[in-house]
């Protein structure tokens, strides 16, 4: 996928401060093609996962998802369908995608996918980083049609182990309101330097740090807030950086913003996941981010041995809410 900060433009013509930069040209869109759902009343967790719509590189990251953690024959989901707690909350995966445009056949690949899995909403949307947003509310305002208790909002280049998130729902006594992930500790800079994928204009946002937000990799929202972040967006104009305009949204509403210990956002995931010990394996509970499709795969069998094999890890000392072992005490 082309970087859409490629443009042709020169520092002088961009006004910062009185102008929308970078553009976007917000709003509510459906998707065009949407999962069939025969039984709706009883979803608990809907899970949206961003893709992306052009090249093999987003099929082969949604295959992956659809093999390892997103699978609901997944050892650890079998397990929850034994436990009591567990077993009634049902959830439902979708990928959100939009359009690839003119160029490549890539539209044509994925609503043969699509029909194939019933899995994904495509949007008339071009499918680009900008539009982020747009295709974050795209999927908020189709999950709004059921009567759903919290949505996960993720992507394509994570693991999360859903079982543990719905146990931690269960643990935390179903919370509302609700925005919960791997919050950052401190507020961030907002940047404003020309050319940087991540620069918004100071009309979008008037304040040089963002409040605390949770980043787009994983986070979770009570269903409750749906209506009053549909309702944001006429107060103030989404930008593009989706996650720090949910965090920016979610103190505006007085709503305060959860971080979740077992949610862990590292550059290196990929190697970390076969270096780290059995326990700093368990006590997560959703890795991120730039995983690619053999790690999915890879951890996937790693937490079959160690959560559902003969012969199960049990992690005995408490760190915050997760159990680790006395030898194993070591972290990510």
Request: charged letters at 25%.
């Amino acid at each position: 996928m082309n970087d859409p900060f490629e443009l042709q433009i020169t520092v002088t013509s961009i006004d910062l401060i009185n102008d929308y930069y970078p553009f976007i040209d917000f709003k509510f869109v459906f998707p065009e093609i949407s999962p069939k759902v025969r039984r709706t009343p009883d979803i608990f967790l809907m899970v949206l996962v961003n893709s992306g719509a052009m090249g093999d590189t987003f099929r082969k990251r949604r295959e992956a998802v659809r093999q390892t953690w997103g699978n609901h024959s997944n050892c650890e989901q079998i397990k929850a369908l034994g436990d009591e707690t567990l077993k009634d909350l049902r959830w439902l995966l979708v990928f959100v995608v939009g359009k690839a445009g003119w160029g490549t056949n890539d539209d044509e690949l994925n609503r043969a996918e699509a029909r194939q899995y019933n899995d994904m909403l495509i949007g008339n949307i071009t499918d680009n980083y900008l539009n982020n947003v747009i295709k974050l509310y795209m999927g908020l305002a189709w999950a709004s049609r059921f009567d759903i208790k919290y949505i996960l909002k993720t992507d394509d280049d994570v693991y999360v182990r859903i079982p543990r998130i719905l146990e931690y729902l269960v643990n935390a006594r179903f919370p509302k309101p609700f925005c919960g992930g791997a919050a950052e500790r401190r507020s961030t800079k907002v940047i404003r330097e020309i050319g940087d994928k991540w620069t918004i204009s100071w009309k979008y946002y008037n304040e040089t740090r963002y409040p605390r937000y949770n980043p787009g990799a994983f986070f979770i929202l009570s269903s409750d807030l749906l209506n009053r972040l549909f309702n944001y967006v006429y107060i103030r104009k989404p930008f593009h950086v989706d996650d720090a305009y949910v965090g920016v949204a979610m103190r505006d509403l007085g709503v305060n913003v959860t971080k979740i210990s077992s949610f862990l956002i590292q550059t290196k995931m990929n190697q970390r996941i076969r270096k780290a010990n059995h326990c700093g394996i368990l006590r997560l509970h959703a890795f991120g981010h730039n995983m690619e499709p053999e790690s999915n795969r890879f951890l996937d069998n790693r937490l079959k041995a160690l959560a559902c094999g003969q012969k199960q890890i049990k992690c005995g000392v408490r760190v915050g809410n997760h159990s680790v072992s006395k030898k194993n005490k070591k972290s990510l």
